[in-house]
């Protein structure tokens, strides 16, 4: 941080006026820090009630998912949980932020897009979401952004997301990729936010039994919004278990994708106001340090002048 540039340079001034310059201008740069601290903690607050919310839709979707899905007759899976086995390219979701000031908060969705990248010999397509998804070309050559999206919008519902699913849903029923990936960070608290890479597209068998929507909390989370209730009854379904799991499985893939967006945001905006708080604190503790020099400096000069009008009344005596 700018902060810290005096320690990191190991330089200190030498006279009284740039002293009281810098402790000014740090000064000056505190109360933007202290502000932002408090924007972020009131938007993160926001949001992560707005995620918090979204996590039983996403939960009870899983349900009628795992309730519905055939156990031993593929036949009847629709194209969206089926995997595109001749595709050779797969496409990321990569969400990010347009700004900056969130200590590690973009570079470390970067790293989880790289990890995937290297892991595979495939080739990529990106979606980026946010102004800091462009650095993601830079990780290797078999990367493409086909699309690129701003945040716009601080507040943003499940429908304005609409075209991006819907670009998603109609390339992989396509058959154009292999599989979807969604990189995000994942909210866990206000202290830790995780970058996360989550496969939504196909979807998986082995997936749904235990599956788990976007966002969970804790591994050992046993809350209602986190754990499927799968019912033994028999139903009837009109106009048949196909038709109804298609329709399923795309609200499933949107609510994924708004999920992730929410996790984002909420980690986003937890991470700024941490980095704010610690600039704030480091800042403070700048200021001391360059007050301290200047006190130091300012008794040495009246301790000189002291010095120098004793030794000239001393002078004259002789």
Sequence with gaps: MILDACYLLNIMPSNTKEIKR?????????????????????????????AQDSRDFSDE???????LYPK????????????????????LLVIASDKGLAGSYNANVLR??????????????VIAMG???????????????????????????????????????????EGEYKDVTVIYTDFVNTLKQVATAQTIL???QSTIPTAMPVGKQDDN???????????SSDFKYEPDTKSILETLGKLAVRSQIYQAMLEASASEHSARMVAMKNATENGKELVGDLQF???????????????????GRIALAI
């Design 22 to 50: 810098r402790i000014k201008s740090i000064s000056s740069t505190l109360q933007l820090t202290k502000a932002l601290e408090l924007i972020s903690s009131v938007k993160m607050r926001h949001a992560t009630a707005i």
């Design 61 to 67: 979707i899983w349900q009628l998912i795992a309730r």
């Design 72 to 91: 031993n007759d593929d036949e009847k899976l629709p194209r969206l949980f089926a995997p595109n086995i001749k595709a050779s390219k797969s496409l």
């Design 112 to 125: 989880k897009a790289k990890e995937v990248v290297t892991a595979s010999d495939n080739q990529f397509d």
């Design 131 to 173: 102004k800091k998804t462009k650095k993601v070309e830079q990780i290797a050559k078999n990367v493409n952004i086909i699309s690129f999206f701003e945040h716009t919008d601080e507040e943003f519902d499940f429908f304005q997301l609409s075209p991006i699913s819907k670009m998603i849903i109609e390339k992989y029923l």
């Design 202 to 204: 196909p979807i998986a």
């Design 221 to 231: 989370d046993s809350s209602p919004s986190s754990v499927l209730r799968v019912p």
């Design 293 to 311: 020099t200047f006190n130091q400096l300012r008794q040495q000069g009246i301790t000189q002048e002291i010095a120098e009008i004793s030794a």
